[in-house]
């Protein structure tokens, strides 16, 4: 048939400048006929009226219709599914109006109904008898499709749980700030996740984040989608919603759903996440802002406790930044003098004289004036300063120390609050350790506060490191005891010489409950167990009473003094030694 047509150049392209396609066709019907017969691409003719007018064999092989069934039929009516053809047919306008189409993939379906992906090249062609038809070339592409799908799984999904991942949701957020649809990201962080780890092994962590990941999936409904973004940090997208009681609630449930707790091994895990939620378009422009302002919310929420939802506002950034802003301010604050040791007076309680001090940091601000240790300790604990401003305040105290008995004033203890940070690092330790070991003192006299959960989260280092301390003299407190978890007896094999009541538990003396009889039992045990202990934050003259009436050797509290300057300390013991 096509033999005996003269073929002219289609109106865009001249001659001596043919297409690859028409290259191609010109060989094939010139030199060749079997190479259009054997071709491993699909050739096909159809005419102005979308009909086919001829195909090759292997054209005819991946359709599955023989040439009988396939020559003369409308190609988008046969071929195509039909949410697709008015698609071939605009592309039939298009292509007799001699627009060309090349790399153009649609979907096809065959006989057999099957799916085929065919990328195609059009072009038409105009024979010398003023009819033209449409030569059109495709290359099945199912395969290579496939391949594409499987490797945007491997990009955008998470492999340990077959969630989306952060890529993907990245690109997802990108595309719905686009077209400027409302909706909202949630940022989830497991609370804890470490304990997991720590106490178990990281296949039961592993199996403890496909636990969450399948309960998130199973809450969350189409359209709404989740993400595992790493670690033990998830992501909900809501969308369209954006209303915040509703995505408390939701969140609540969620909560719900997931269950108080997880269990394998006979071990039981609580289990709670805190979330942070920003939306869009209010809280930020662009995906940058959206992600990173829902995760300032999440850092919000874990600050405030276990469990909890923050929204986004703009006040949290600004505390952030005001909190970047002191963080870097702190890293003069020890070359510019800025910080300054206060001490609180411990007493006898028996007798009344003071044993020693708590040595407590503050910062003095050039604007701010005395910031309390609460304020940048934490912060300093996140950054790393710590290790620089616990340096400042042992040297500073080891200093004092030397200069109390340098007066004569040999048996006043002084305390140092240890942060759980400087036992966990074995290089700063050791550089402590050196410290310690540069001033000719009596160590007996010195005394380290450690808390609960510094020796707890980091058990097997902080005891070792603690019997370090211990060797070189010096005694061991457990700061803040009975806000923590454990009991006396399990602390019985800890390397401690002090057990600190924490000002919680003596303020609830005066309610002469359970409490009360708690603490007298702890008072009486710790004697067994050979534990000095000294009570906190005594504010009243029944609470001092009461804690001599069960044989509470040592206390400090606002009662006798709060924690004074280096003169008020000079002044105090001037006084105490009139007592005497
Ligand atoms: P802490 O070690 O439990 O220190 C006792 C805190 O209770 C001090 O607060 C003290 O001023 C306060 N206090 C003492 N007596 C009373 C009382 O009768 N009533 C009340 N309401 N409070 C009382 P401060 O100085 O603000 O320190 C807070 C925390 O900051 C300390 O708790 C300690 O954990 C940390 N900290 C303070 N100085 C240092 C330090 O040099 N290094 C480290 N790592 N942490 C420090
Ligand atoms: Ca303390
Ligand atoms: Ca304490």
């Keep these: 048939m096509l033999e005996n047509r003269q073929i002219s150049q289609n109106s865009d ?7 690859a396609i028409e290259q191609v066709f010109n060989y094939a019907l010139n030199n060749d006929e079997n190479f259009f017969a054997d071709a491993n691409v699909i050739i096909a003719t159809w005419n102005s009226q979308g009909r086919i007018t001829r195909i090759n064999p292997f054209g005819q092989k991946v359709f599955g219709y023989s040439e009988e069934e396939i020559i003369n039929k409308r190609w988008e009516l046969l071929l195509v599914n039909k ?18 189409i090349t790399n153009h993939d649609i979907e096809f379906i065959s006989k057999q109904n099957k799916k085929i992906d065919i990328m195609w090249n059009h072009s038409l062609m105009n024979y010398s ?14 395969n290579r499709k496939l391949l594409e799908e499987k490797l945007s799984r491997i990009a955008y ?19 719905l700030i686009e077209v400027k649809s409302q909706f909202t990201l949630v940022h989830i962080n497991i609370d804890n996740f470490s304990q ?12 403890f984040l496909q636990y969450v990941a399948s309960m998130l999936s199973e809450f969350i409904k189409a359209p709404d989608k989740v993400a595992r973004l790493s670690g033990d940090e998830f992501a909900i997208l809501f969308y369209d919603m954006i209303d915040k009681d509703v995505i408390e609630n939701r969140l609540k449930s969620l909560d719900e759903y997931i269950g108080p707790s997880w269990e394998v091994n006979h071990n039981e895990f609580f289990i709670s996440a805190s979330k942070g939620i920003a939306m869009f378009p209010k809280d930020g422009a662009d995906s940058n802002a959206i992600f990173r302002n829902a995760n300032i919310a999440m850092n919000k929420a874990k600050k405030q406790g276990k469990g909890r939802a923050v929204f986004y506002m703009e006040q949290i950034l600004k505390e952030n930044n005001e909190n970047i802003k002191l963080s870097n301010q702190l890293q003069y604050a020890i070359k510019n003098n800025e910080l300054v040791l206060y001490y609180q007076p411990q007493y006898e309680l028996t007798s009344g ?3 020693g001090f708590e040595a407590l940091v503050r ?36 200093k004092r120390k030397l200069i109390f008995e340098k007066e004569g004033k040999k048996d006043l203890y002084i305390s140092i609050n240890l942060s759980s940070k400087s036992l966990s690092s074995e290089l700063n330790f050791t550089e402590l350790e050196h410290i310690f070991s540069n001033y000719d003192i009596d160590y007996s006299h010195i005394v380290i506060e450690i808390t609960e959960t510094a020796i707890i989260s ?14 070189l003299g010096m005694k061991i407190a457990l700061d803040d005891f009975g806000t923590g978890y454990s009991s006396l007896i399990h602390l019985k094999d800890l390397p401690i010489d002090i057990v600190k009541l924490d000002r919680n538990f003596v303020s609830s003396i005066e309610e002469r409950g359970k409490a009360s009889v708690i603490i007298k039992a702890l008072l009486y045990l710790a004697l067994d167990l050979d534990y000095e202990v000294v009570a906190e934050g005594i504010e009243t003259k029944e609470q001092l009473e009461y804690l001599k009436k069960y044989k509470c050797e040592t206390g400090q509290g606002y009662l006798m003094s709060k924690p004074i300057t280096i003169e008020e300390v000079q002044q105090l013991l001037l006084l105490d030694k009139d007592n005497m």
């Design 363 to 398: 910062w003095n601000h050039p604007q701010k004036g005395l910031i309390p240790p609460m304020k940048f300790i934490p912060m300093a604990e996140e950054t790393g300063q710590i290790y620089e401003l616990e340096r400042w305040i042992i040297e500073t105290a080891l």
């Design 83 to 100: 949410d697709d053809r008015f698609k071939i047919v605009n592309d039939f306008i298009q292509i007799s109006k001699g627009l060309r």
């Design 13 to 19: 392209i001249t001659y001596g400048k043919k297409s």
């Design 196 to 207: 997991i780890n720590d106490t178990l092994n990281y296949a039961s962590g592993d199996h």
């Design 353 to 355: 004289k003071i044993s």
């Design 157 to 175: 999904y998470d492999d340990l749980t077959g969630l989306q991942n952060r890529s993907f949701f990245v690109k997802e957020v990108k595309q």
């Design 458 to 471: 980091d058990m097997g280092f902080a005891v070792e490191r603690l019997k370090r301390l211990r060797r």
């Design 129 to 142: 008898n003023n009819q033209s038809e449409v030569l059109s070339i495709g290359i099945d592409i199912t």
